[in-house]
């Protein structure tokens, strides 16, 4: 089959691979009608992720038609058109039994402090991902869910990750009616994350970045204020100025590892490899967050320390809430929303770009070249 | 207001947040969000019909975390472990916890060598690798490379111009590997 593999930081080629073989009688084979990059890809792509080997095929956001199911799989059957959560998870774990999907303790062998996820290093468990022909689904009885009749394909993409996600991040915000709310990040998930505030009850929203075309959809797709980090000497100072000095009462970290704005954070982060993160936009959340706030940390950061700036977030009494998103515990009430004709994530794709193509997707994605949001990879036997 | 116990009112009241923004507030209820509570007993919930999942097989020694009593019943077997990068890894694995941060350097020093051996072994197979092609970085010239950077006030800047170090990097050390071991070969003939 034909598959994306990692050739080391910043190399990606398509490749003829092995096909997926069952290996768990609860495994299924999932042939990829289309498939996302994620921010979250970029990271393992700049070669920031520990243990992300050449060989690897990325991609943990995907659907696709089950093509073999194993012995003990009873909830799917071939040819059912699936959309698959980006946690690999058990169902059955004492963290599963919990909720907890995103932090499942039986399937990532490498490490306790993550859960499994498809395509995202062996740090995270050493599964191939879906920007391929196929993929190997374990746990087909617990992650995959038939796509609704009604439902559009690429909602159904999003909802694998991105719209799941941002919408979670909003929900660790602990948002109450009338709340300020600040998004670091007009990528994928702070956009979906600005739209789900408005349904928890924000009473402002108000979103960051330095890309202007997408702050620009910041204001059209998710009603948001934007600005433009780039354009004020210290973005904490214009915050708390537009907030009467108050701060905001939740701040939504939606960047992550890989955030810009502060040189050394970027050299000792992203091109050195020293830190699990370049924190400037999780500092910026802390330091703009009132004192008593809430900073929800949906960006996601590597397991190596990161200079966070703790003390200020100690001394002004914040709650720091965060995790990989548990998927499927969002779908139910996100699919209602779909219907309702309050969320339509879609609308954020910008890019569709064969599989053989992908390293240009890569790159363009990586550069935000070309006005891209959100890209789609659509395999050739799609 | 803040210096006094008032919150700073809001422009928008309820409805006109209503009439602007579709869906404002179907989420209003805290208790009532998918998420909360945040640890929710549903075993039965998830389609696990097991107590305890069947173990994949473990065709070859996996490594794995030492916080972990046992290796976990299902797996990821993509890229085994080989060659020097592997002989790291597996130590990393072996020696250091994840609390450790040797354990992470390890794994990272591991994966820029298993890039110079994987860039080394592909110049002996028929598809040896490309940078051009495997970067991407022809789309610079069809998807607006400088018109999406310059003009514009992107923060990226300052920093964009290391990538093509961070690129080419194991390349140089790979070539310079090469030479030193051709000038050793051809001083020990002379
Ligand atoms: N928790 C989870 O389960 C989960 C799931 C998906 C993605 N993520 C993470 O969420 C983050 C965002 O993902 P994405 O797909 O939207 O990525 P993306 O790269 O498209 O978006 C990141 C955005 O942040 C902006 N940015 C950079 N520095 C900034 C700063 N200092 N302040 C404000 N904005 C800044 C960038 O310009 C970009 O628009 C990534 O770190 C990703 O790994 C986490
Ligand atoms: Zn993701
Ligand atoms: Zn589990």
């Given at each position: 089959m034909r598959a994306m593999v990692y050739r080391g930081p910043y190399k990606v080629r398509v490749e003829e691979k092995d096909m997926p073989v069952i290996e768990h009688p609860n495994d299924a084979i999932v042939r990829v009608t289309r498939a996302a990059i994620c921010g979250s890809d970029l990271h393992l792509y700049h070669g920031m992720m520990p243990d992300t080997r050449v060989g690897m095929t990325f991609g943990h956001e995907f659907i696709g038609v089950v093509e073999e199911v194993g012995p003990s799989v009873q909830n799917l059957s071939r040819g059912d058109r699936v959309m698959v959560p980006f946690n690999v998870y058990c169902g059955s774990c004492y963290f599963c039994a919990r909720g907890l999907y995103s932090n499942c303790h039986n399937v990532n062998p490498n490490a306790t402090a993550v859960g499994g996820i498809y395509g995202y290093s062996h740090t995270c468990g050493g599964y191939d991902g879906g920007q391929a022909e196929f993929v190997r689904v374990p746990f087909a009885d617990v992650g995959p869910s038939v796509i609704p009749d009604w439902m559009d394909e690429e909602d159904a993409l999003l909802l694998t990750d991105a719209l799941a996600t941002g919408y979670f991040g909003a929900q660790l915000g602990d948002i109450a009616e009338g709340d300020t709310v600040v998004v670091f990040g007009a990528g994928p998930v702070g956009l979906f994350?600005?739209?789900?505030?408005?349904?928890?009850?924000?009473?402002?929203?108000?979103?960051?970045?330095?890309?202007?075309?997408?702050?620009?959809?910041?204001r059209i797709f998710a009603n948001a204020e934007t600005y433009n980090f780039a354009e004020y000497h210290d973005i904490v100072v214009h915050l708390k100025r537009i907030t009467d000095f108050l701060g905001a009462d939740v701040v939504?970290?939606?960047?992550?590892?890989?955030?810009?704005?502060?040189?050394?954070?970027?050299?000792?982060?992203?091109?050195?490899?020293?830190?699990?993160?370049?924190?400037?936009?999780?500092?910026w959340a802390i330091d703009s967050a009132r004192k008593g706030g809430t900073v929800s940390v949906v960006g996601a950061y590597g397991p190596i320390f990161s200079a966070v700036k703790f003390g200020d977030a100690f001394n002004k009494g914040l709650t720091l809430r965060m995790n990989q998103c548990p998927v499927k515990r969002q779908w139910p009430r996100l699919f209602e929303h779909i219907q309702n004709g309050y969320l339509k994530p879609s609308d954020i794709v910008t890019h569709r770009i064969p599989l053989e193509h992908i390293a240009e997707g890569y790159h363009i994605f990586s550069a935000k070249l070309d006005d891209c949001i959100k890209t789609v990879i659509v395999p050739s036997a799609a | 207001m803040t210096y006094t116990a008032d919150k700073p009112p809001h422009t928008e009241t309820r409805e006109e947040l209503q009439r602007r923004?579709?869906?404002?507030?179907?989420?209003?209820?805290?208790?009532?969000?998918?998420?909360?509570?945040?640890?929710?007993?549903?075993?039965?919930?998830?389609?696990?019909?097991?107590?305890?999942?069947?173990?994949?097989?473990?065709?070859?020694p996996r490594e794995r975390s030492v916080e972990h009593r046992t290796l976990t019943p299902v797996f990821g077997t993509v890229a085994p472990t080989h060659g020097l990068s592997?002989?790291?890894?597996?130590?990393?694995?072996?020696?250091?916890?994840?609390?450790?941060?040797?354990?992470?350097?390890?794994?990272?020093?591991?994966?820029?060598?298993?890039?110079?051996e994987s860039h080394l072994r592909s110049f002996a197979t028929t598809r040896p690798d490309n940078p051009i092609t495997e970067t991407g970085v022809l789309s610079e010239f069809t998807r607006h490379g400088i018109s999406s950077r310059f003009g514009r006030k992107r923060a990226d800047l300052n920093h964009i111009w290391i990538d093509p170090i961070v690129v080419a990097g194991p390349w140089l050390l790979a070539g310079g590997v090469l030479y030193s071991a051709v000038r050793a070969v051809t001083k020990r003939r002379s």
């Open positions: 994350s600005a739209k789900s505030a408005w349904l928890m009850g924000a009473g402002r929203v108000i979103v960051i970045d330095h890309l202007d075309y997408r702050l620009e959809k910041a939504i970290d939606a960047v992550g590892a890989e955030a810009d704005g502060n040189f050394t954070q970027q050299l000792t982060a992203t091109k050195l490899k020293l830190q699990g993160g370049s924190p400037t936009a999780l500092n | 923004i579709p869906g404002w507030g179907a989420d209003l209820d805290p208790r009532d969000r998918p998420s909360v509570p945040r640890e929710r007993h549903d075993t039965g919930a998830t389609g696990a019909h097991w107590d305890f999942p069947e173990r994949q097989e473990e065709k070859r592997g002989v790291i890894r597996r130590y990393a694995y072996r020696k250091y916890s994840e609390a450790r941060a040797a354990h992470w350097l390890l794994l990272v020093a591991a994966d820029r060598v298993d890039a110079v």
